[in-house]
């Protein structure tokens, strides 16, 4: 008979490994302040659009979230600034045969609007999309598109314009996607874990994060579909986690000066291949190293087979993710190269925790001074939950270790790692650190 | 009943065996050691002197006295306030030492009946491992408490 094989419970410094990456992950959600704007700001956007006198009154068929706001994947792309982004669809009821510049300009004009007026001053054209940005830094981004009545639910066009420029003819063409389709797939698709969900929930309250936000209330309209609730953070699937790690660092890659005007490696291309990767990891740092080998695994074959990396919508297969990156060999290797980068830092940090100061240099580096010092005090509140509940104990050496329990044959085994150690660990008596003031 | 400085000598080689006995005599004996929490290893004294009977000393005085001594520039900053330490008066040169337990706290948490090697050196590991995060964060996340003026100690 084969009998089921447990994995070993996490011993005290993978779990304060884990913690760091936690607190990190912790810091880069929006608050639920932000969340509640973001929503206030896409309705208000989605009404203005509409509105009489617009050149889309009338026009707007449904309105939606897409992108990492629909996957639960959106970051803080500046910790300091607090700002992120907002990837938002509208429906619009023209022909997928449109001329995608009259479309996207119409979009320009409606949101616009005349000198004066609510977004004048914020609103830029793109070539796919209309950015507003408020005055906080956050953006939103407006895509036009076409529904496919020939396709599956909300398959549909995207118009993409470019004008023509110095040393570049305009680009005008149209695109098969399928975002609601995708958001969809990949929110089914990814596990939650609850043993997981019980580390962040300890370790959110340890660093009193606010509370997460529950049952935020919606505004929506017949045409707006809501904006996912933010879930609490502990519902987060460790896959999400590690894939909003992955985001932190491409940005933090792309602020270098060897890959300035370089195209990122799209977010939606990253959640996709997150869906591939196999495991579940049985840590945060476990599911983003996973992440990054399966990445990595994808460029090598396309390297190897000289073309360039290609991913595609699994809901919807003409959708093409990787139609603008990578634009050519050269970036694709840029990002192959960040990307060992970031396996070689993930097996450092595994192999040994590291001192923190040096914990909190490869954090800096992955991820940000912005959030590296709060890795270190997600490490050391595990530290001291896992003291405080008799898990660790030390070592000779003076090393954090799993506490060890007698057997009836005398051995001892670990209470938190199936290899035996060579001394019996016990757990720390409880105490209370003291001192007195210095007064020179 | 009080452990003599043989026992705690005996239990200290048992489970911290790096450790050395540097300096012995009668009741009072000087161990040596290394500790590393992560992967920076430091060399820690601890002193320690079975109080005679007719002693009637508190824990405070009794308790050994833990020194590490490459750590002290730190503890020149004026940020080090929220480490937990005992300082030596202004004209004392000797260098900071431990604070690894609440002497007024009830229960006990430390007497004299217990062996060092089961009490001190675990606390000074752990001591030792909230350092290597203070040093990054500039916060102590050990816990504990420091006293209020009147009950220094």
């Not at chain 1, 932000?34 to 659009?49: D, G, I, M, P």
């Not at chain 1, 004066?116 to 209309?130: E, F, I, K």
């Not at chain 2, 500790?35 to 002693?55: D, S």
Request: charged share 25%.
């Amino acid at each position: 008979m084969n009998a089921a094989v447990r994995p070993p419970p996490l011993s005290p410094t993978e779990l304060a490994l884990e913690a760091a990456f936690l607190a990190v992950s912790l810091r880069l959600q929006l608050t639920p302040t932000q969340h509640r704007l973001c929503e206030e700001r896409y309705h208000s956007l989605a009404a203005y659009v509409e509105r009489e006198g617009s050149p889309l009154a009338n026009r707007v068929l449904e309105v939606y979230p897409s992108g990492s706001f629909a996957i639960l994947a959106v970051i803080l792309g500046s910790v300091l600034r607090e700002s992120h982004d907002f990837d938002v669809v509208l429906e619009i009821d023209i022909g997928t045969n449109a001329d995608p510049a009259s479309v996207i300009d119409a979009l320009y004009q409606a949101i616009r609007g005349e000198r004066g007026s609510r977004y004048y001053d914020m609103t830029r054209r793109n070539s796919r999309c209309v950015t507003v940005t408020y005055h906080d830094g956050v953006t939103l981004d407006l895509m036009p598109v076409a529904r496919n009545h020939d396709s599956p639910p909300r398959a549909a066009v995207l118009f993409h314009h470019r004008p023509a420029e110095p040393g570049r003819g305009e680009e005008r063409y149209r695109k098969p996607v399928n975002p609601w389709g995708f958001a969809t797939f990949f929110n089914d698709q990814v596990p939650t874990d609850l043993a997981f969900a019980a580390r962040v929930r300890r370790l959110r309250e340890a660093l009193s994060t606010r509370p997460p936000p529950s049952g935020l209330p919606s505004t929506d309209k017949a045409e707006t579909q809501p904006v996912p609730p933010a879930v609490p953070l502990e519902e987060k699937p460790p896959r999400v986690m590690a894939l909003q790690l992955m985001k932190r660092y491409r940005d933090k890659r792309h602020r270098r000066d060897d890959h300035r005007g370089m195209r990122k490696p799209p977010s939606v291309v990253l959640a996709s291949l997150a869906l591939d990767v196999g495991g579940p990891g049985r840590t945060l740092d476990e599911e983003l190293l996973l992440l990054t080998r399966h990445l990595l695994r994808k460029l090598r074959t396309a390297i190897g087979a000289g073309r360039l990396h290609e991913v595609r919508n699994p809901s919807h297969p003409p959708d093409v993710f990787t139609d603008r990156w990578p634009a050519s060999d050269g970036a694709q290797r840029l990002w192959l190269q960040d990307l060992l980068h970031m396996e070689a830092r993930l097996v450092e940090l595994r192999r040994e925790l590291p001192f923190p100061m040096r914990l909190q240099a490869i954090f800096a580096e992955l991820f940000g001074e912005s959030v590296a010092s709060i890795a270190v005090k997600g490490q050391m509140l595990e530290h001291r939950r896992a003291r405080a509940s008799g898990e660790s104990g030390f070592e000779a050496s003076g090393r954090v270790a799993a506490v060890t329990v007698g057997t009836a044959a005398g051995a001892t085994v670990s209470r938190a790692t199936a290899a035996p150690p060579s001394r019996t660990v016990d757990s720390v008596r409880a105490h209370d650190f003291y001192g007195n003031v210095r007064t020179w | 009943m009080i452990p003599d400085i043989e026992r705690q000598i005996a239990a200290m080689r048992r489970d911290w065996p790096a450790w050395e006995v540097v300096t012995r005599v009668g009741e009072c004996a000087t161990w040596r050691g290394p500790l590393c929490p992560t992967t920076i290893t430091y060399e820690v004294e601890i002193r320690y002197r079975i109080p005679l009977a007719i002693e009637n000393g508190t824990v405070y005085t009794t308790q050994p006295r833990v020194t590490v001594e490459a750590l002290a520039p730190h503890f020149l900053s004026p940020v080090a306030i929220e480490l937990h330490l005992y300082w030596p008066a202004r004209e004392d040169s000797s260098p900071p030492t431990l604070c690894l337990f609440d002497p007024h706290a009830h229960p006990v948490q430390w007497s004299v009946e217990d062996l060092l090697a089961e009490t001190t050196l675990p606390w000074t590991c752990e001591w030792l491992l909230y350092f290597e995060g203070w040093l990054v964060t500039r916060s102590w996340e050990g816990g504990g408490r420091h006293p209020t003026p009147s009950r220094a100690a």
